[in-house]
């Protein structure tokens, strides 16, 4: 479909402002050929997604909650963007039934040797925790494997995502790809039940490597503004930010820490009044929820255009 690749350029392009710095390490994990589940964790809703595909080389089927589909503008662009909805039972008993069919559009594109991506937490929340694996991404990869199609090949990858903050553009991300995973590192002949367990503690074991984890982190906290100064420090020194956030020794420094999100916003100058009113329109629109960022990134990236083009038709009226 050709609406995936040109949304692919276009999320990539308005990264390149949004963002300060995406460091992408080991995506050359992602086997070339053949049927891929990627699994990551979830702290940042629509953006985590956004944020694999436009790296990955290939292309991914997502899965998404599913009360984002209510709206049928939204539904529609969702899927074009090969987003998938699951339901949770606070969307509506009356839903579940409709994970059935997403559950096999997801075997069909492993048949197809595709690749899916899905956030084995099940929900999103806006901080550096790393919360219950749920049953669905355990359930996936059984039925693959033990099935007899091409799915029965499938390649896990884990995911790890660590944001530097969750409220609006000149922040970094970093994404961290594992060690692939097969058949063979899973006890695939126990029940289902056991399987299940053995799986997430696997994934659990795979993500805290590749992502930074503390529970205890609030944003906006005194251990959040040093969190933000370790990760520039490490950045502008040319280090490893993992390894120095997880080494947590800026955690009992008591250096004097400058104000929170110092860092300048890329956008070039005449887009910050653009910026500034989708921070208000978003902010009244999310009361700052877990869609804060993702619907900042969506209106000031889609609003853009008719922004530059107001201002053009002003200026060229006024000279």
């Known amino acids: 479909m050709i609406i995936y690749p040109l949304l692919k350029i276009l999320v990539r392009f308005g990264f390149r402002f949004y963002y300060r710095k995406t460091k992408v390490n080991h995506v050359q994990q992602i086997p070339a050929t053949g049927p ?11 953006m985590d997604a956004l944020l694999i595909a436009v790296f990955a080389k290939r292309p991914m089927h997502f899965l998404a909650r599913g009360d984002a589909f209510n709206n049928r503008i939204l539904a529609t662009a969702f899927r074009s963007f090969n987003m998938l909805p699951v339901y949770r039972i606070s969307e509506g008993k009356e839903n579940l039934d ?10 069909d594109a492993l048949t197809r040797n595709e690749m899916v991506l899905i956030f084995g937490e099940g929900v999103s929340v806006n901080n550096w925790d790393l919360r219950k694996q749920k ?8 039925r693959a494997w033990k099935s007899d199609t091409p799915a029965k090949n499938t390649t896990i990858v884990p995911v790890g995502l660590t ?3 969750f409220k609006g553009a000149g922040k970094s991300v970093l994404i961290n790809y594992g060690n692939t995973l097969h058949q063979t590192d899973f006890k695939t002949q126990t ?14 074991q795979e993500l805290q490597q590749l992502a930074y984890i ?17 990760w ?6 040319q280090k490893d930010i993992l390894v120095m956030l997880k080494q947590e020794f800026w955690l009992t420094s008591n250096t004097n820490t400058p104000k929170l999100f110092n860092a300048k916003f890329p956008f ?5 009044p653009h910026y500034k009113a989708m921070q208000t329109i978003t902010q009244k629109a999310t009361n700052g929820n877990i869609f804060y960022d993702s619907v900042l990134f969506g209106l000031t990236l889609l609003l853009a255009p008719f922004y530059m083009a107001t201002i053009w038709f002003v200026l060229r009226a006024i000279f």
């Open 232 to 237: 520039q420090h490490a950045e502008s020194n």
């Open 191 to 204: 029940n289902a039940a056991d399987f299940v367990q053995f799986f997430n503690i696997k994934i659990v």
């Open 135 to 142: 049953k669905g991404a355990a359930r996936i990869i059984l």
């Open 214 to 230: 503390n529970p205890n982190i609030k944003q906006q906290s005194i251990e959040h503004i040093k969190l933000v100064n370790a």
């Open 36 to 46: 891929v589940l990627l699994v990551a964790n979830h702290p940042s809703s629509f």
């Open 268 to 272: 070039f100058f005449w887009l910050w």
């Open 98 to 107: 409709k994970n059935f069919e997403t559950f096999d559009a997801v075997h």
């Open 163 to 165: 944001y530097e903050h």
